[in-house]
């Protein structure tokens, strides 16, 4: 098949959520840039950290591409059914057909791809609500809307949504109606505890929070034991994009695409009950991966978590080894740490655990209203930030990794003996 960028690479970033938006910005920012193509099933980006708050009736959560992404990249609003690595092509069902002349019989080549299509994938089969996407949320809006109903409100989950959900949910328009009716409270319910990797500290808070606001929360139940007749909203975590498995790239049991310590497709041997042979992976060091999405399988990455947090550096950092496969530098390994778990409780109250590099609780948090007033910045920052790239090349930065992880990184510098594998040589990016 010919090629349709024979003069400068193409790169396609698939998702426009907070590390595929990073990731376009900061390689279409570079000073020599290839043409960067971002797709995405949405026409607006989506804050996904404030879809609680939209189901449970606040602002509409959708931010206009116009003032996000460089102009120098292509948005093509549409789903990516498969990725094809051998041919460097990928599949779509166009939301606005003939949008874009590049779009050939619904296919888009590349040279390099970044795979940041989230976790932020709709439930169609299940009977429960879901805060998960911008569908979901929209739908339990609707249902919460007029006329106001008069079932319990049940979310599943214990972790930082399923709270920040019960919380919002428990100060809404639709518990104000239900005014002081028992009946009508929310009840928060999950198999093991509240925000099982906190502090007990802050678990205190958060239990204190909820009761003041009116949640009952139900901890170690039967998942089975939902009161009958109740609205359900399921938090029990998040639902990964399909286009990974579907395409025969390397993913864990969640669908996650496989990425090495570079965030490059890890393709390591595949099993050989897999009944794939070696020219079936044709193509995956073309292939990279970051936030929700892909899950970087070497050792000594286990704590990084699905987060927005996450998902910004990997973007940034996927943006930069993109850069230097195709300047055929070495790639460099990730070297992102955490700072702070952050959840809202409703929109007076909020509670910011700091943690280590590695996600574990240190013994500081801000609570009540200046966890609230924290973690509203924190939510305008992540839209600042991607703002930043839009403007200044290399203007995000973020913290280092734990301090095992940094000293291995520091020392896979260029020209050092631990340096990872030289992308494949190609005379055309040779510059
Ligand atoms: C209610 C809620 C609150 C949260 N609060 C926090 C918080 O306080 N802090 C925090 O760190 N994290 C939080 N998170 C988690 C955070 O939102 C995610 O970890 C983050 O959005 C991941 O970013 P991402 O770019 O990897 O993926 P996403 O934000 O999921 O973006 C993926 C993009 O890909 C698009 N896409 C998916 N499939 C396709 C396809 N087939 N074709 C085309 N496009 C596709 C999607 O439309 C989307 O635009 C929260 C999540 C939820 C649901």
């Known amino acids: 098949?010919?090629?349709?960028?024979?003069?400068?690479?193409?790169?396609?970033?698939?998702?426009?959520?907070?590390?595929?938006?990073?990731?376009?910005?900061?390689?279409?920012?570079?000073?020599?840039?290839?043409?960067?193509?971002?797709v995405n099933a949405e026409a607006e980006f989506v804050q996904r950290i404030r879809l609680h708050e939209y189901a449970a009736g606040g602002m509409h959560p959708t931010v206009s591409f116009d003032g996000l992404l460089r102009s120098n990249i292509r948005l093509v609003v549409a789903e990516v059914s498969r990725i094809i690595p051998a041919e460097r092509r990928i599949e779509l069902v166009a939301r606005a057909a003939g949008q874009h002349p590049d779009l050939v019989n619904n296919s888009l080549e590349y040279d390099y791809l970044v795979y940041a299509l989230g976790s932020n994938q709709l439930d169609k089969t299940s009977d429960s609500y879901s805060v998960n996407s911008l569908a979901g949320a929209a739908a339990l809006r609707a249902r919460l809307g007029d006329p106001l109903p008069s079932a319990p409100l049940v979310v599943l989950g214990g972790g930082h949504t399923g709270v920040e959900t019960a919380a919002e949910l428990a100060e809404s328009r639709w518990a104000a109606a239900a005014g002081a009716h028992a009946h009508h409270r929310v009840r928060l319910q999950t198999t093991g505890l509240l925000l099982p990797g906190a502090s007990e500290k802050t678990r205190r808070v958060a239990h204190r929070d909820l009761r003041q606001l009116g949640v009952e929360v139900v901890e170690h139940c039967d998942p089975a034991a939902i009161p009958s007749g109740s609205i359900v909203i399921r938090c029990t975590g998040f639902a990964n994009a399909t286009v990974a498995a579907a395409s025969g790239l390397p993913v864990d049991l969640?669908?996650?695409?496989?990425?090495?310590?570079?965030?490059?497709?890890?393709?390591?041997?595949?099993?050989?009950?897999?009944?794939?042979?070696?020219?079936?992976?044709?193509?995956?060091?073309?292939?990279?991966?970051?936030?929700?999405?892909?899950?970087?399988?070497?050792?000594?990455?286990?704590?990084?978590?699905?987060?927005?947090?996450?998902?910004?550096?990997?973007?940034?950092?996927v943006a930069d080894n993109v850069l230097r496969a195709l300047r055929r530098e070495p790639l460099l390994p990730l070297d992102a740490g955490f700072v702070a778990r952050c959840a809202s409780l409703g929109r007076s109250r909020g509670i910011i655990e700091f943690v280590d590099a590695a996600d574990s609780s240190r013994p500081f948090r801000l609570t009540g209203w200046a966890g609230a007033r924290t973690k509203e910045a924190i939510c305008n920052m992540t839209l600042t930030w991607l703002g930043q790239e839009r403007t200044a090349h290399k203007r995000y930065r973020w913290f280092s990794g734990p301090r095992t992880l940094h000293a291995e990184t520091a020392a896979s510098r260029p020209n050092t003996p631990t340096q990872p594998v030289l992308p494949p040589a190609d005379e055309r990016y040779a510059r």
């Open 254 to 317: 969640a669908g996650r695409l496989l990425v090495d310590s570079t965030l490059r497709c890890a393709a390591q041997p595949l099993p050989p009950e897999d009944g794939r042979t070696p020219s079936d992976k044709a193509g995956f060091d073309r292939i990279f991966g970051a936030g929700d999405g892909a899950r970087i399988s070497a050792p000594g990455y286990e704590y990084v978590r699905q987060s927005c947090a996450a998902a910004l550096p990997q973007g940034a950092h």
């Open 1 to 38: 098949m010919a090629r349709q960028f024979t003069h400068s690479p193409h790169v396609v970033v698939l998702g426009a959520g907070y590390a595929g938006v990073m990731a376009a910005n900061r390689i279409a920012g570079a000073p020599d840039a290839p043409v960067v193509t971002l």
